[in-house]
T-cell receptor, first 113, second 113 residues
Framework: DAGVTQSPTHLIKTRGQQVTLRCSPI?????VSWYQQVLGQGPQFIFQ???????GRGNFPDRFSARQFPNYSSELNVNALLLGDSALYLC????????????FGPGTRLTVL | DAKTTQPPSMDCAEGRAANLPCNHS???????VYWYRQIHSQGPQYIIH???NNETNEMASLIITEDRKSSTLILPHATLRDTAVYYC??????????????FGEGTQLTVNP
């Protein structure tokens, strides 16, 4: 079975621009979570979606938004990019009955210049 | 979620057992201990979890002290491919809707030839 996939792999943007990151969960997983990992730190929780509804939000500004589609794929949008948004953005999916056993994708490396 | 404390780094010889400690002295009765690892430039990978009994799977063993205030992840025969950052996470199990994982800084395990 295919794992969690994310696109694009790498992305370079300039300050003030907007970016959309995409994630496809493992087939059958209805929960998708997004994490931001700054270099040298552990991943930080951004959003969690389950059955297309937002179920949790981390301590991130309103410039960050996300949505989940009927096929359970998800997008993370970041507006008005700042240099500090440069990070590895990770998507994870999990089965409904083992929510803490999350399967992570390879991430999207975002560089903001 | 209970706070966890891990040593920042550890070394292990290839073929020997790697024992990674985690302190979670404020753990609640309904909180599980989860272990993830992150190999460089990859997304985190779920390893194992437990409540109070020792657990073993194909990847590792988890030993939880009787008072549940600490635990040890054991990789019985470490290989070079086990070099990674290991995260100990304490979390209430949520069977549905997903969960947010709180990653600390983890332990950088380096397996030496």
């Amino acid at each position: 079975d295919a794992g969690v996939t994310q696109s694009p792999t790498h992305l370079i943007k300039t300050r003030g621009q907007q970016v959309t990151l995409r994630c496809s969960p493992i087939s059958g997983h209805k929960s998708v979570s997004w994490y931001q990992q700054v270099l040298g730190q552990g991943p930080q929780f951004i959003f969690q979606y389950y059955e297309k509804e937002e179920r949790g939000r981390g301590n991130f500004p309103d410039r960050f938004s996300a949505r989940q589609f009927p096929n359970y794929s998800s997008e993370l949008n970041v507006n008005a990019l700042l240099l500090g948004d440069s990070a590895l953005y990770l998507c994870a999916s999990s089965p409904w009955d083992r929510a803490n056993e999350q399967f992570f994708g390879p991430g999207t490396r975002l560089t903001v210049l | 979620d209970a706070k966890t404390t891990q040593p920042p780094s550890m070394d292990c010889a290839e073929g020997r057992a790697a024992n990674l400690p985690c302190n979670h002295s404020t753990i609640s009765g309904n909180e599980y201990v989860y272990w993830y690892r992150q190999i460089h430039s990859q997304g985190p990978q779920y390893i194992i979890h437990g409540l109070k009994n020792n657990e073993t799977n194909e990847m590792a063993s988890l030993i939880i002290t009787e008072d549940r205030k600490s635990s040890t992840l054991i990789l019985p025969h470490a290989t070079l491919r086990d070099t990674a950052v290991y995260y100990c996470i304490v979390r209430v199990a949520r069977e549905t809707s997903g969960s947010r994982l709180t990653f600390g800084e983890g332990t950088q395990l380096t397996v030496n030839p």
